[in-house]
């Protein structure tokens, strides 16, 4: 006695003389008449041909998927899809791996346990799987094939991703609807169920969740808050010109980087969005730049509607002095952000963010970005000047330095301290103090204590100007400034005192520097005597 026969109170109905060969009228069938499909065809489908159909489902989702990581979180993906042929390789290679996970494996357990629920009862796994996977090609197959038509008609995933929300999100999300209407069809022709629960599990629980989603996508277009391009700050673009080197994203411009001593002023902006970043350095004492920069906005039409002083703020690594505004232009909404940040003795730093609402949260990374990799280099161009050196003597040392470097000393028992520096972020130092602790334990503590920038990497050196004791050399990075190289070197002395010689040099003058740091290390002299014997300098 078949299964047919049997005619339980709740089960598989289909008589298998309904089942008919494979044509080409069946799959039109699956969105004309769904239960025919099933009960001739769909129910009895060979296991390749369901394979096949997840194989569909899951390249589908994989579209899905890159295209929203594409949007948010683009780290994440193994590769940049940057092309629609890396694309669609991504989509076809993983699509079977996920299509025969989710919708073979979790989507049949899912159908299955839902068919238990309705009343249907024995060994229905195979029954369940085709219900699942065939039902879905009604949504996923018009998927892809809106995917080939956006792939015909631009250029690559970004430029897509970049348009606003259109007729086209709105109509793929509609054609979602139908997959649960099919799946229920199919389910109440193949199989006696609760019908109430069939109901519910089939029809209602999934179309209210694909009705959520089509609701969040019509008031996106409504309001203009959906489709929004995160920067391309994974492919980053060096910019440089005499003073500043910072990377910005591909997809942001430097539209404007006139080259004056005072101000310099670099404006760059997204090429997809409203969305913009200005940089302003300018001397101290110059006009007040943040209200010099709001006089601007308002002649260009910006009306500032808030604003919220933040006196200690921070714009990535930088911290300063900052403000929060809310404005608009032409009954457009947008955020800014000014931070005044303190750079050398004579110059102050402006940073000022700007986007519309909707791309506020994106237009971060861009801004943190080009503030993290920003190095300013040296404003004022001054050569060093070796031919009149000064002359420093001061008993225990003495070398030359240029003559129009700036010298700084003090003199406080037991201690003795001087510097020389240039503007260009650059000195060295000469300290002589009594020794409390061994050379290398004041190493460890300069080491722990006393770096306020980033260190990069040091290596220890032994010996440095003639004299041996405890060191390191290596680069800093220093939050405007950019690279530094640096040296430390701490030599005892044979009075229980220990001298420490210091040097800072920023990379970004290294050409305008080196004659006088040269003339510093060939003249520097020594003039007591050093321990040669201590036993707290390494070898």
Same mark, same amino acid.
């Given at each position: 006695m078949n299964e047919f026969n049997q005619n339980p109170e709740y089960g598989? %109905?289909?008589d298998a003389s *309904? *089942?008919?060969r494979l044509n080409p009228l069946h799959p039109f069938m699956l969105w004309i008449r769904p239960g025919k499909f099933f009960v001739t065809w769909g129910i009895h489908a060979n296991i390749l041909w369901v394979i096949l159909a997840a194989w569909v489902i899951g390249a589908s989702a994989m579209s899905n998927t890159a295209i929203n990581r594409t949007r948010h979180i683009p780290e994440t993906l193994p590769f940049d899809l940057d092309t629609w042929t890396k694309l669609w390789l991504f989509i076809i290679a993983f699509?079977?791996?996920?299509g025969v996970i989710f919708s073979y494996g979790l989507g049949g357990l899912w159908t299955w346990l839902r068919l238990r629920i309705c009343g249907v009862r024995g060994n229905q796994w195979n029954r369940s799987t085709r219900i699942h996977c065939l039902s879905k090609l009604v949504e996923e197959v018009p998927l892809l094939l809106l995917l080939i038509y956006l792939t015909w008609k631009y250029d690559n995933l970004r430029e897509f991703i970049a348009q606003p929300l259109s007729l086209l999100n709105l109509l793929a999300a509609l054609i979602t609807i139908m997959g649960p209407i099919v799946a229920f069809i199919g389910v109440i022709a193949c199989f006696r169920v609760r019908i109430v629960w069939a109901s519910i599990l089939f029809l209602v629980l999934p179309l209210v969740f694909r009705l959520s989603i089509l609701v969040s996508i019509a008031y996106s277009m409504l309001t203009s808050t959906g489709s929004v391009l995160l920067p391309d700050t @994974?492919? =980053?673009?060096?910019? @440089? $010109?005499q003073v500043v080197v910072f990377d910005h994203p591909d997809d942001w411009e430097v539209v404007e980087s006139p080259y004056e001593s005072n101000p310099l002023q670099i404006y760059i902006e997204s090429t997809l969005d409203d969305g913009a970043f200005l940089i302003v350095v300018q001397p101290r004492e110059g006009a007040d730049l943040v209200q010099e920069d709001l006089g601007r906005l308002n002649q260009q039409g910006y009306e500032v509607t808030r604003s919220s002083p933040e006196p200690r703020s921070k714009m990535g690594v930088h #911290?300063? %002095?900052?403000a929060d505004y809310d404005l608009t232009k032409d009954g457009k909404q947008f955020r800014m952000y000014h931070l005044l940040v303190h750079f050398d003795v004579d110059h102050d730093v402006l940073f000022r963010s700007i986007a #519309? *609402?909707?791309?506020? !949260?994106a237009s971060k990374r861009a801004v943190f970005q080009i503030v993290n990799s920003i190095s300013i280099g040296d404003l004022y161009q001054i050569v060093p000047d070796i031919e009149n050196p000064m002359e420093v003597?001061?008993? +225990?040392?003495s070398f030359q330095a240029p003559g129009n470097w700036h010298l700084i000393e003090s003199e406080r028992e037991p201690f003795k301290n001087l510097e020389v520096s240039a503007k260009q972020y650059s000195n060295f130092s000469v300290n002589i103090y009594d020794r409390d602790l061994s050379p290398q334990a004041e190493l460890d503590m300069y080491l722990r204590h006393s770096i306020d920038d980033v260190l990069i990497s040091y290596e220890p050196m032994n010996s440095w100007l003639g004299l041996t004791g405890v060191g390191i050399k290596g680069q800093l990075r220093e939050s405007l400034a950019g690279f530094r190289q640096f040296r430390k070197f701490y030599v005892p002395l044979e009075d229980g005192r220990i001298v420490v010689i210091g040097k800072y040099q920023a990379e970004s003058s290294l050409d305008l520097t080196n004659p006088g740091y040269e003339l510093f +290390? $060939? #003249?520097? *002299?020594?003039?007591? !005597? =050093?321990s040669l014997n201590d036993t707290a300098i390494d070898p």
């Open positions: 598989y %109905i289909v *309904k *089942k008919q699509g079977i791996l996920r @994974q492919h =980053p673009r060096e910019f @440089q $010109n #911290s300063g %002095i900052g #519309s *609402k909707r791309y506020w !949260e003597d001061r008993g +225990e040392f +290390e $060939n #003249s520097f *002299k020594l003039l007591v !005597e =050093p």
